[in-house]
């Protein structure tokens, strides 16, 4: 099982970036996909949340009308469109997969991709 993420960088404030979460190793398609941050000396910070088909997404009061997540089950791909990108969006950014069979939970997290966002 892997979750790879992967386009994260640096960006000027305004900028904006698309982060991607390449799958593999489960049935994505059965998993609901979230986004979480961490900045240095921070808690981990819930982002974005979509279902397993994409039809129910939730946002994060911090990033609600700027960022905007999406999914390709095709291509078992999670994305995180950031817009208006402002230096307190500075974080390690990770994707999280999740599925619950009856008592059973399933969940599996990314390595992370950093974003860093300065002038």
């Known amino acids: 099982v892997q979750l790879v993420e992967s386009g994260g960088g640096l960006v000027q404030p305004g900028g904006s970036l698309r982060l991607s979460c390449a799958a593999s190793g489960f049935t994505f398609s059965s998993y609901g996909m979230r986004w979480f941050r961490q900045a240095p000396g921070k808690e981990r910070e819930l982002v974005a949340v979509i279902t397993n088909s994409g039809a129910i997404t939730y946002y994060g009061d911090s990033v609600k009308g700027r960022f905007t997540i999406s999914r390709d089950n095709a291509k078992n791909t999670v994305y995180l469109q950031m817009n208006s990108l402002k230096p307190v969006d500075t974080a390690v950014y990770y994707c999280?997969?999740?599925?619950?069979?009856?008592?059973?939970?399933?969940?599996?997290w990314g390595q992370g991709t950093q974003v860093t966002v300065s002038s």
């Open positions: 999280y997969a999740w599925r619950i069979d009856t008592t059973q939970l399933y969940e599996y």
